[in-house]
């Protein structure tokens, strides 16, 4: 008998919906909120009000599409956290309620850990253990994934996380929300070495991105009291400038771990990893110290049911479910099975 799972998506400004039978992905539907862009960052009222709106229809194509009737699910997979509050409830709500009109069985799904999962959707796949460098705007951290449902965090930011430095930084310069896809183009034109920013560099493992955002502020400051035009005349230049500099700490880490472990198999996950400025230079470190290094399909570095769906599929296969009683939780750990 077939297992086939649908799997909700909510933790942020992503309404998502995916239908996984017997570990392939058949869909993975996603409704993009736009309502953010005129306030430069998601407004966590607006995002439930826009999941409430947008579920339901995100499900029902995901059902159709994938020709499997509702009746043949084998269970209902959503993510429990981390995420905003809201937007975890309009799903973690919904889910429990299908499931248990159908009388099927729910499974819950770390976000961070599904992000890592997204490996598992196409070939080729990481073999176990590996690292895994995930990248966000709500999280930096590096994982050591043993196996699907044995992961430890190694080492995260103590404060900023490099997604939210990517965004902060596009809005301290002027450029359109989300800002961290437009800086990424613009440094694919400018020099990465035409100006200088610290680095920060943490004890052991960990990440901080705080101090550079004050760093470019004040920069930009000084610079355009000489010439109030310093940012139009120097645009490229100034995202090739930061976005080197944000990857070089991330590197910095990452490097530090793989010697410290004795792993050669790198993965990156998160929003983070579609930059095509990490992809590049990831894979230049990788000929350096011969790492085998997955990078994920561009469509699942994002928030999406697919990577939900193969989390749950794992957790299916072990017999790992919830019960009715399950609640979203804005700040859920990696390692968290509930």
């Not at 799997?7 to 996984?20: G, N, P, R």
């Not at 920060?200 to 502020?217: C, E, P, Y």
């Not at 998160?270 to 085998?292: C, F, H, Q």
């Not at 193969?310 to 990696?334: D, E, R, Y």
């Amino acid at each position: 008998m077939s297992c086939n799972i649908l799997a909700i998506e909510s933790s942020c400004d992503e309404t998502s919906a995916a239908v996984i039978s017997d570990g392939k992905i058949l869909n993975n539907i996603v409704a993009t909120q736009s309502v953010h862009e005129k306030y430069g960052g998601v407004v966590p009222e607006l995002a439930s009000r826009a999941h409430q709106q947008h579920l339901i229809p995100v499900v029902a194509e995901a059902i159709k599409s994938s020709g499997i009737a509702k009746e043949e699910l084998s269970a209902v997979a959503f993510t429990r956290g981390p995420g905003l509050m809201g937007a975890l409830l309009v799903g973690v709500s919904f889910a429990k309620s299908f499931a248990y009109a159908l009388d099927k069985p729910i499974i819950e799904v770390n976000h961070m850990e599904a992000h890592v999962l997204a490996h598992f959707i196409d070939s080729p796949q990481p073999a176990f253990p590996f690292i895994c460098l995930t990248v966000s705007g709500g999280h930096t951290q590096l994982v050591l994934v043993n196996s699907p449902l044995d992961m430890e965090v190694l080492g995260e930011t103590q404060d900023d996380a490099v997604g939210e430095a990517f965004d902060k930084i596009a809005k301290i310069i002027g450029l359109p929300y989300p800002g961290g896809p437009h800086l990424d183009k613009l440094a694919a034109k400018g020099n990465p070495q035409a100006f200088t920013f610290p680095l920060s560099d943490m004890k052991g493992l960990s990440f901080s991105f705080s101090g550079i955002k004050t760093a470019v502020l004040y920069f930009l400051r000084d610079n355009i009291k000489k010439d109030p035009d310093f940012i139009e005349k120097n645009l490229e230049n100034i995202c090739a400038s930061v976005q080197h500099t944000l990857i070089k700490m991330l590197m910095q880490k990452l490097v530090k771990v793989t010697k410290e472990r004795g792993i050669k198999e790198i993965a990156i996950a998160g929003g983070v990893s579609a930059n095509s400025g990490l992809r590049e230079t990831i894979m230049e470190e990788a000929k350096k110290y011969r790492w085998n290094v997955y990078l994920p399909k561009l469509e699942y570095c994002t928030d999406n049911a697919a990577m939900v769906a193969m989390a749950a599929h794992f957790k299916f296969q072990a017999g790992i479910f919830t019960n009715l009683n399950v609640s979203p939780l804005a700040k859920l750990k990696i390692g968290n099975h509930g």
